[in-house]
C-alpha cells in the first residue's frame, strides 16, 4: 500500500476531513479524561522537523504522539548537521532510514513538505511551508468550529488581516469551502495574494462587510517574518481597520466564534478585548489541535 500525507488542503476531500475531524471527536474525548493514554500508535516512530519557531503545533504533536503511545523525536534543527550544510533531502533520508513512520515537518520555504514527501518513504505532514498551508491548523479551527455550531456547511466564516502570507488563511480557505461554508476575506489591498481572484471567496473591502452575519471570524497574525515592509503605514493604522475589536463584532452573527491561530500581538491584528472575550475560542482552538493532530496521525498509519 502506498503512504499518504497531508501536504495541504487544497484537493482534500470532504470526505476525508470529516473523517479525521469524527476521528478527533474522539481524541478529544481521551485527552480530556483522566487516562490519557492509548496504544493506537504504539510500535511508530514520529519525527519532528521544525526548522521555524513554533510554541502550539510542536507541542500538540508531540502531546498527541505521546498520547497514543508513539516514539517522538525532535530534531534540533539548530543544533543539527543542516548548520553543516546538509540538505534537506539529505536531512530528511537520515530520518527516515532510522525506521521514521510518520515526519513531520515545518520550513520557510512553500515546497519543503512536497519535496520531502516525494524523497523518504515516511508519511510527511506540513506543519507549515512559508505561505504555502497549514492544513492542521486548518482542520483544527474546522473542527472548532463543528464542536460549537454543529455543521459548516452554509456558515460564513470570515478572515480578516494579512491573508497574503498566512498559510493559515489558504488551508482555511480550502477545507470551509470543501465543506460547503461561504468564506469573506479583508485585507488591505496589499497583504491579498496576487491569485486571490482564482481562490474561492468574497472579498470585501470593509472589514464590517466580511465579519456581517459570521458565524465564525478569523483573525491572522500579521506575518511581519514574511513581509518586505513599507506593505501598510503603521501598525496603528492597520488596527484601526483590520484589527478584530468587539465594536467589529457587533456585526457578526449571534453566537459567533472569535478565532486566532496564535501566537497573538494583541493591538495589532487583535484587541484583549476580543481575544479574551466570552466569544473567544482561542485556548480551546489550542486543545482542538492535540485531537486533530492525533486522529490525523492515526489516519495515517491506518489506525482510525
Ligand atoms: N498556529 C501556529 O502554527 O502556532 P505555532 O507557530 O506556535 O506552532
Given at each position: 500500500?502506498?503512504?499518504?500525507?497531508?501536504?495541504?488542503?487544497?484537493?482534500?476531500?470532504a470526505e476525508?476531513?470529516?473523517?479525521?475531524?469524527?476521528?478527533?471527536?474522539?481524541?478529544?474525548?481521551?485527552?480530556?479524561s483522566?487516562?490519557?493514554?492509548?496504544?493506537a500508535?504504539?510500535?511508530?516512530?514520529?519525527?519532528?522537523?521544525?526548522?521555524?519557531?513554533?510554541?502550539?503545533?510542536?507541542?500538540?504533536?508531540d502531546?498527541?504522539?505521546?498520547?497514543?503511545?508513539?516514539?517522538?523525536?525532535?530534531?534540533?534543527?539548530?543544533?543539527?548537521?543542516?548548520?553543516?550544510?546538509?540538505?534537506?533531502?539529505?536531512?530528511?533520508?537520515?530520518?527516515?532510514?532510522?525506521?521514521?513512520?510518520?515526519?513531520?515537518?515545518?520550513?520557510?520555504?512553500?515546497?519543503?513538505?512536497?519535496?520531502?514527501?516525494g524523497?523518504?518513504?515516511?508519511?510527511?505532514?506540513?506543519?507549515?511551508?512559508?505561505?504555502?498551508?497549514?492544513?492542521?491548523?486548518?482542520?483544527?479551527?474546522?473542527?472548532?468550529?463543528?464542536?460549537?455550531?454543529?455543521?459548516?456547511?452554509?456558515?460564513?466564516?470570515?478572515?480578516?488581516?494579512?491573508?497574503?502570507?498566512?498559510?493559515?488563511?489558504?488551508?482555511?480557505?480550502?477545507g470551509?469551502?470543501?465543506?460547503?461554508?461561504?468564506?469573506?476575506?479583508?485585507?488591505?489591498?496589499?497583504?491579498?495574494?496576487?491569485?486571490?481572484?482564482r481562490?474561492?471567496?468574497?472579498?470585501?473591502?470593509d472589514?464590517?462587510?466580511?465579519?456581517?452575519?459570521a458565524?465564525?471570524?478569523?483573525?491572522?497574525?500579521?506575518?511581519?517574518?514574511?513581509?518586505?515592509?513599507?506593505?501598510?503605514?503603521?501598525?496603528?493604522?492597520?488596527?484601526?481597520?483590520?484589527g478584530?475589536?468587539?465594536?467589529?463584532?457587533?456585526?457578526?452573527d449571534?453566537?459567533?466564534?472569535?478565532?486566532?491561530p496564535?501566537?497573538?500581538?494583541r493591538?495589532?491584528?487583535?484587541?484583549?478585548?476580543?481575544?479574551?472575550?466570552?466569544?473567544?475560542?482561542?485556548?480551546?482552538?489550542?486543545?482542538?489541535?492535540?485531537?486533530?493532530?492525533?486522529a490525523?496521525?492515526?489516519?495515517?498509519?491506518g489506525?482510525?
Amino acid at each position: 500500500m502506498s503512504k499518504i500525507d497531508m501536504l495541504g488542503l487544497k484537493n482534500v476531500s470532504a470526505e476525508r476531513i470529516m473523517r479525521i475531524l469524527d476521528g478527533a471527536c474522539e481524541m478529544k474525548k481521551l485527552l480530556l479524561s483522566g487516562n490519557k493514554k492509548v496504544n493506537a500508535l504504539q510500535g511508530k516512530s514520529v519525527f519532528l522537523m521544525f526548522y521555524e519557531p513554533s510554541t502550539r503545533t510542536s507541542s500538540s504533536f508531540d502531546a498527541a504522539a505521546k498520547m497514543l503511545g508513539a516514539n517522538c523525536m525532535s530534531l534540533a534543527v539548530k543544533n543539527s548537521s543542516v548548520n553543516k550544510g546538509e540538505t534537506l533531502i539529505d536531512t530528511g533520508r537520515t530520518i527516515d532510514s532510522m525506521a521514521a513512520d510518520i515526519i513531520v515537518i515545518r520550513h520557510s520555504l512553500g515546497g519543503a513538505p512536497h519535496l520531502l514527501a516525494g524523497n523518504v518513504a515516511a508519511s510527511v505532514i506540513n506543519a507549515g511551508d512559508g505561505a504555502g498551508e497549514h492544513p492542521t491548523q486548518a482542520l483544527l479551527d474546522m473542527f472548532t468550529i463543528t464542536q460549537h455550531r454543529g455543521s459548516i456547511k452554509g456558515m460564513k466564516v470570515a478572515i480578516v488581516g494579512d491573508i497574503k502570507f498566512s498559510r493559515v488563511a489558504r488551508s482555511n480557505i480550502w477545507g470551509l469551502t470543501a465543506l460547503g461554508a461561504e468564506v469573506s476575506v479583508c485585507a488591505p489591498a496589499t497583504l491579498l495574494p496576487a491569485d486571490i481572484d482564482r481562490l474561492p471567496v468574497k472579498v470585501c473591502k470593509d472589514a464590517r462587510e466580511a465579519v456581517k452575519g459570521a458565524g465564525a471570524v478569523m483573525a491572522l497574525r500579521l506575518q511581519l517574518e514574511r513581509q518586505s515592509g513599507g506593505l501598510f503605514p503603521s501598525i496603528k493604522e492597520y488596527n484601526r481597520y483590520y484589527g478584530i475589536s468587539t465594536q467589529l463584532l457587533q456585526e457578526a452573527d449571534k453566537g459567533a466564534l472569535v478565532m486566532h491561530p496564535g501566537p497573538i500581538n494583541r493591538g495589532a491584528e487583535i484587541s484583549s478585548e476580543a481575544a479574551d472575550g466570552i466569544m473567544s475560542v482561542i485556548n480551546e482552538q489550542v486543545t482542538s489541535g492535540v485531537a486533530v493532530r492525533a486522529a490525523l496521525m492515526c489516519e495515517l498509519t491506518g489506525r482510525l
